[in-house]
């Protein structure tokens, strides 16, 4: 039986930041059919968008949960989110326009399973247990499939499965060079796994503030979302995967600015300090 | 201002939540009997399970030491359970992946190995650094005399301390910890690849019989044992609270229950698993 001392006053409830994160989330990555509609790739910067909003939700969801101090360390909360979200996610992708629906509920369900089992079974006695775990699995399911589809340019499971290659001058379509044949998803899965991880794991302590959090959860989350959208040039046009590199690169910048300018006002004292000048000669 | 305390973790058995559980994962077998019949799919399904149970004993096996460790105050390796036992079971799975085609038997010792000699050399550095780099000696915190050497322990462990270094016990810990967690992580990925994926996912990508499904086949068995290695780790992670010197420890005798959780974990995650080609 672990018990919660620490009081939380003020900044955004987490009610709140999980309806924002899952409705967003969920909206962004439908964004993505854009794609289909207009027959282009350039709208698959909002899976990214998508993953983007699920982290930082996971971000304020890892607090929640390490409130409790679980003796394992904050980044196995990551692992959990992404390992149970991965397996939830790749089955989502069957079920066409509904996989990012069938995403939550798969994944809600796998984390219901896997929270009362750390909850009951191993007798972690925490009560927040469960549902931070079927809130990470969700987010976790949900962060892979935006940037599954940011790379691959859909969410579908023929989409992410399925890649063309030039061979005697004639495109065939080859499953070795898709974003799955490529293991181009191990990739994703550790960058949104570190994404999630590090926000609370580097702002914990004693002057920890939400929204340095929040902000460092958004600068993760464009950093991934930057690599994210390299890659995307091995499957998309390349004007789409420029769109998205600019996008997360100028909302990369922005956040990390906000972040910067919250850790400074968060210091107990700072000093810019600047390298002494040395004048030689006079 | 947060004081985070530190968990104490459940002491005992709580049985109605493991009976439920077990009747969970024995729901989840008796569904798959039902729809795939004595085939290599429901093999594959149990074969998973079992994966997964050796991955969350053999975690009970490796010496964590967390920040305590870093400082030398504790003993085991200065990191988490999640981490150790994730890069243990990943470099498995590499050392047996390459051997999926020569069968099962090579597959799974090579995974076996290759765990294992991952926590055998990072337990060597470790020790390393510990005798070398800090000038401390090894000594357990919670024996007092080593089970497997006999040497004392008590005279060289510092005051104020739980111990510190990784003795000898601790350090065979590690290597069986990886042989297990290595071997169940290799197992998973290797039924997922050749029992299911390889049988089925031609026809459930549509793909012609010439066509060469292999790539995805592997890339799904290997995220989908990525995925299930973390899960059981963790589970088992969770279930230590924190940290363990190793077989001597008392919280080794919590193995059962993370024995049981890591199983129903495994039976829910296999299903999903093998639900992605089979339904």
Same mark, same amino acid.
């Given at each position: 039986m672990t018990v919660k001392i620490e009081v939380i006053a003020g900044g955004i409830p987490h009610d709140q930041l999980m309806i924002a994160g899952l409705v967003g989330s969920l909206v962004c990555i439908y964004l993505t059919y854009l794609n289909a509609m207009t027959n282009s790739?350039? %709208?698959? %910067?909002f899976g990214g968008l998508g993953a983007v909003c699920a982290l930082i939700w996971g971000s304020n969801t890892i607090k929640v949960l390490c409130s409790y101090g679980i003796g394992t360390g904050v980044p196995s909360a990551g692992m959990l989110a992404l390992g149970s979200g991965v397996i939830a996610m790749l089955l989502a992708t069957r079920y066409g326009i509904w996989a990012p629906i069938m995403a939550v509920v798969l994944a809600a369900i796998i984390g219901a399973i896997l929270g009362y089992l750390a909850n009951n079974v191993l007798m972690m006695k925490i009560p927040v247990m469960i549902r931070s775990i079927t809130e990470m699995a969700v987010i976790g399911a949900l962060s892979l499939m935006g940037f599954s589809a940011m790379a691959a340019g859909s969410f579908d499971f023929a989409a992410i499965s399925t890649g063309t290659q030039t061979f005697l001058g004639m495109t065939v379509t080859s499953y070795g060079n898709s974003y799955m044949g490529l293991t181009i998803i191990a990739v994703s899965f550790f960058l949104a796994a570190i994404a999630i991880q590090h926000p609370f794991n580097a702002t914990l302590g004693p002057s920890w503030k939400q929204d340095r959090m929040l902000w460092l959860a958004g600068e993760c989350g464009f950093l991934s979302m930057i690599t994210v959208a390299v890659m995307s040039l091995a499957f998309l046009s390349l004007n789409a995967a420029l769109v998205s590199l600019g996008i997360s690169i100028i909302l990369w910048a922005y956040t990390y600015s906000q972040y910067i300018t919250l850790s400074k006002r968060d210091a107990a004292s700072w000093l810019d300090s600047k390298p002494i000048v040395e004048p030689e000669g006079h | 201002m947060s004081v985070t305390p530190k968990p104490a973790g459940g002491v005992g058995m709580d049985m109605t939540a493991m009976g439920l559980a077990i009747l969970l994962m024995l729901a989840i077998i008796g569904v798959a009997w039902y729809m795939f019949g004595l085939s290599l799919i429901f093999y594959a399904l149990i074969a998973i399970i079992i994966g997964g149970a050796l991955i969350g004993f053999g975690v009970h096996f490796v010496p964590v030491g967390g920040a305590p460790a870093a400082m030398g105050q /504790?003993?085991?390796? /200065?990191?988490g359970v999640a981490m150790l036992a994730g890069g243990a079971g990943l470099a498995g799975l590499f050392g047996g992946a390459w051997a999926a085609d020569l069968g099962i038997v090579v597959a799974c010792a090579g995974g076996a190995i290759g765990g294992a000699l991952m926590m055998a050399i990072t337990c060597m550095f470790v020790n390393v650094i510990y005798v070398y780099g800090m000038g401390i000696p090894s000594a357990s915190g919670k024996a007092k005399v080593d089970p497997l050497t006999g040497d004392t322990q008590t005279e060289y462990k510092s005051q104020g301390t739980e111990g510190h270094g990784l003795p000898f016990i601790s350090f065979v810990g590690g290597i069986v910890g990886g042989f297990l967690g290595g071997l169940g992580g290799t197992l998973i990925y290797y039924v997922l690849l050749k029992w299911v994926y390889v049988e089925k996912l031609a026809h459930a990508l549509g793909a012609g019989p010439l066509a060469n499904v292999t790539p995805i086949a592997i890339s799904l068995a290997g995220i989908f044992a990525i995925g299930l290695f973390l899960v059981n780790a963790v589970l088992a992670a969770y279930n230590i609270t924190g940290t363990i010197e190793g077989p001597h420890d008392p919280k080794f005798a919590r193995w059962p229950r993370a024995v049981v959780a890591t199983a129903v974990a495994s039976a829910v995650c296999g299903i999903v698993a093998i639900a992605i080609v089979a339904v």
């Open positions: 790739f350039v %709208f698959s %910067f | /504790a003993p085991g390796i /200065a990191t």
